[in-house]
């Protein structure tokens, strides 16, 4: 059974920052994309990072270049997101996602969209306020 539990989320005022983790169970974070996304109230869920397992290739969306860092630790089965200078704009529900589908993949890299994703988390709540 493919499992995530997103975790860390919380309030945090501007230029704050969170460590986000994604714990998996039956994934191999040798062979499976993780990526998260994020979602604000009234807007789409969002790709805001990946990491592909084939070649360890990221993706990060534009508004967070610079300042988040997805990493894995495989012996863990985990997937961090740290958030460094957070932003009102970065609140929403963060969710991951993971897949092991070769399309998931290649996509990873390059802004993957959410329907790609079978597996999802929960969510954990990451509020940006001052």
């Known amino acids: 059974q493919l499992q995530l539990v997103e975790s860390g989320g919380d309030l945090v005022q501007p230029g704050g920052s969170l460590r986000l983790s994604c714990t998996t169970s039956?994934?191999?974070?040798?062979?499976?994309?993780i990526a998260w996304f994020r979602q604000a109230p009234g807007k789409e869920r969002e790709a805001v990072s990946c990491?592909?397992?084939?070649?360890?290739?990221?993706y990060y969306a534009a508004s967070v270049k610079g300042r988040f860092t997805i990493s894995r630790d495989n012996a863990k089965n985990t997937v961090y997101l740290q958030m460094d200078n957070l932003k009102p704009e970065d609140t929403g529900v963060y969710y991951c996602?993971?897949?092991?589908?070769?399309?998931?993949?290649?996509?990873?890299?390059?802004?993957?969209?959410?329907?790609?994703?079978?597996?999802w988390g929960q969510g954990t709540q990451v509020t940006v306020s001052s």
């Open positions: 996602a993971g897949d092991r589908e070769p399309l998931v993949q290649a996509m990873c890299g390059m802004n993957p969209g959410a329907p790609l994703f079978t597996s």
């Open positions: 039956g994934f191999t974070l040798n062979y499976d994309a």
């Open positions: 990491i592909a397992a084939s070649d360890g290739s990221t």
